[in-house]
């Protein structure tokens, strides 16, 4: 049974660059987060998509946008990247209508901005 | 505004022992707690859960105790093993909401 996957596990952008990050969910999983680490800090939620729809967001700018396929993968878009966008992205996803909270992560895309 | 403080960043414990992991919220109406595992290169994983309508979770070697009062959650892990180093997020949310905030993280080293 596979588990989250994430692509790319690494990459290198420069300032002003946009990124497309991409997460294939657990098997039988519909709903799809996504999370931002910083160095040091702890994971923090960017938004989640349900039915291929944004249902809910954190506290990020427009430049970050996200997008759900039919087969539940989803990808998550940054535009103009900045130097502070610099973190691990952790896609999560959870089998709804599961309420208990419990996220399953993947191992992240590890953004560098230069 | 930190909603969540996870005041020690670092734990050094003896194996054998007992860890105690802390983790302190603000906000009185989050009724869901959680904490994850996280080992390098891998992504965060999910250990115990409490509600607030319990005060005590227990699952195997991992008990998490929630003082609702003090607004304070801890993590018990005994006996302390090896594989348990790590870095430990406490993860706090509402029932029925996807969004989970987290903490800073503990990282727990166990010497051998």
């Known amino acids: 049974d596979a588990g989250v996957t994430q692509s790319p596990t690494h990459l290198i952008k420069t300032r002003g660059q946009q990124v497309t990050l991409r997460c294939s969910p657990k098997?039988?999983?519909?709903?799809v987060s996504w999370y931002q680490q910083a160095l040091g800090q702890g994971p923090q939620f960017i938004f989640q998509y349900y039915e291929e729809e944004e249902r809910q967001r954190g506290n990020f700018p427009d430049r970050f946008s996200g997008h759900q396929f039919p087969n539940y993968s989803s990808e998550l878009n940054v535009n103009a990247l900045l130097l502070g966008d610099s973190a691990l992205y952790l896609c999560a996803s959870r089998m709804t209508p599961e309420q208990t909270g419990e996220l399953f992560f993947g191992e992240g895309s590890r953004l560098t901005v230069l | 505004d930190q909603q969540v403080k996870q005041n020690s960043p670092s734990l050094s414990v003896q194996e054998g022992r007992i860890s105690i992991l802390n983790c302190d919220y603000t906000n009185s109406m989050f009724d869901y707690f959680l904490w994850y595992k996280k080992y390098p290169a891998e992504g965060p994983t999910f250990l115990i859960s409490?509600?607030?309508?319990?005060d005590k979770n227990e699952d195997g070697r991992f008990t998490v105790f929630l003082n609702k009062s003090a607004k304070h959650l801890s993590l018990h892990i005994v006996p302390s093993q090896p594989g348990d180093s790590a870095v430990y997020f406490c993860g706090i949310s509402n029932f029925g909401n996807e969004k989970l905030t987290f903490g800073t993280g503990t990282r727990l080293t166990i010497i051998p």
């Open positions: 098997s039988g999983h519909d709903t």
């Open positions: 409490i509600s607030s309508i319990k």
